[in-house]
Each structure stands twice: as structure tokens, then as C-alpha cells.
């Protein structure tokens, strides 16, 4: 099974710097997505940025960036300039791509997540 | 383009009933999954949905099930209420299994 593990309760962050997010996870497999979710207090679950396994390119996504280290398993999400909207729950995901039967079999693994606040 | 819809948003149930929630996916997502969050337990995987069959099930009891409807819409039930059922219970559906996945407001289910 895998696990996927967030080693920070809480983060906070002063508007315009920087901070970063640490993931790590534990797998078997080798073929699989890492996704960063961001869950603000209207408890929407929002898609930040995702990584293919495959891939040795560090996604981004505008402000957004990830440092995927596949080898120690590490999965980690830079928020630059941060803005007070960034306040949130952010949780990282894993996704087994199971082998193609024809159908799904997908599920994702969540980690218990990180509360950000950005100061203003 | 809509998004992920789910009704409805907040409920409140006594133990021993039972109650069924509805997920409506985004135009053309065919795969549909659950997710149970509890402060507790945090997200926990339910089931997912492909093409009206349940593809995988998370480590639920048979309280939990669910449908999905040939316009891919979905329903979750939960029998037999119990207080420790109340939750955030979140859909998300993906264009196709290999795809993100998007997920709804959620809703609230409270047990008293």
C-alpha cells in the first residue's frame, strides 16, 4: 500500500515570499502521478499541479513549482510571492497507474495535508 | 463549462437512517470517484466509478455503496447510520481515468 506522509501541521508565510511545502511518499511502483491539492476554507479541493513519475522535468504552474526527487521519494511544492489568497489546507496525493485493463482503476492516496496561512 | 456538482450541500441525519448523496461530473468526465474527510482520518478513498462500474472500493463496510448512471452521474448511499459517518464527503470526476481529478464543494453530512 502506499503511504503518503506530511511532516507539517501548519505553515505560515509573510505576503511576497516564499515558502515551501515538503511531501514524501512511500511506493512500490514505478509509474505514477504526485499531485498538490489546495483545500481554502470554502472547502473546495483544487488542483495546483501535478508530476509524472516518468517525467524527470520539475513541474510548474505560473507561481506554483514542485522538487521531485524520485529516487529518496520527495515531493515537495515552492509557492513564490506568496499572496494571501494561498491561505489554505494543501495536501499531496498519489495516484498508482495501475495497468490499463480497459477501464480505471484509480484511487488517490492523500497525505493528512499542511495548513498555510500567508500573513499580510 | 460546470463544474463538479454535488447536492446536497449539507445534511443532518439521526443514527440508523440512511442517506443517498448525488454527484453530478463535468460534461464528458466518464470516471467518478468518493472520498470520505474526517479531521481524524483525513481523505480517505471510497470508490470510483468507469462507464456504470465500480472499478475500485476503498476499505469501507457494505453500508457504503454507490451508482453511476449511464449520464455518469453518480450516487453514493450510506445505511445504518452511525456517528462516526459524519463527514466532508467529496466527488471528483476525470475526463478519463489517466486524467486530474476535479472535485465539488462536498457535502456535509452530520449524524446526531
Known amino acids: 500500500a502506499q503511504t503518503v506522509t506530511q511532516s507539517q501541521p501548519e505553515m505560515s508565510v509573510q505576503e511576497a515570499e516564499t515558502v515551501t511545502l515538503s511531501c514524501t511518499y512511500d511506493t512500490s511502483e514505478n509509474n505514477y502521478y504526485l499531485f498538490w491539492y489546495k483545500q481554502p476554507p470554502s472547502r473546495q479541493m483544487i488542483l495546483v499541479i501535478r508530476q509524472e513519475a516518468y517525467k524527470q522535468q520539475n513541474a510548474t504552474e505560473n507561481r506554483f513549482s514542485v522538487n521531485f526527487q524520485k529516487a529518496a521519494k520527495s515531493f515537495s511544492l515552492k509557492i513564490s510571492d506568496s499572496q494571501l489568497g494561498d491561505t489554505a489546507m494543501y495536501f499531496c496525493a498519489f495516484m498508482k497507474l495501475w495497468p490499463d485493463s480497459g477501464g480505471s482503476n484509480y484511487k488517490l492516496t492523500f497525505g493528512k495535508g499542511t495548513l498555510l496561512t500567508v500573513n499580510p | 463549462k460546470a463544474g463538479v456538482t454535488q447536492t446536497p450541500r449539507y445534511l443532518i441525519k439521526t443514527r440508523g437512517q440512511q442517506v443517498t448523496l448525488s454527484c453530478s461530473p463535468i460534461s464528458g468526465h466518464r470516471s467518478v470517484s468518493w472520498y470520505q474527510q474526517t479531521p481524524g482520518q483525513g481523505l480517505q478513498f471510497l470508490f470510483e466509478?468507469?462507464?456504470?462500474?465500480?472499478?475500485n472500493k476503498g476499505n469501507f463496510p457494505g453500508r457504503f455503496s454507490g451508482r453511476q448512471f449511464s449520464n455518469s452521474r453518480s450516487e453514493m448511499n450510506v445505511s445504518t447510520l452511525e456517528l462516526g459517518d459524519s463527514a466532508l464527503y467529496l466527488c471528483a470526476s476525470s475526463l478519463s481515468p489517466n486524467q486530474p481529478q476535479h472535485f465539488g464543494d462536498g457535502t456535509r453530512l452530520s449524524i446526531l
Open positions: 466509478y468507469f462507464s456504470e462500474t465500480q472499478r
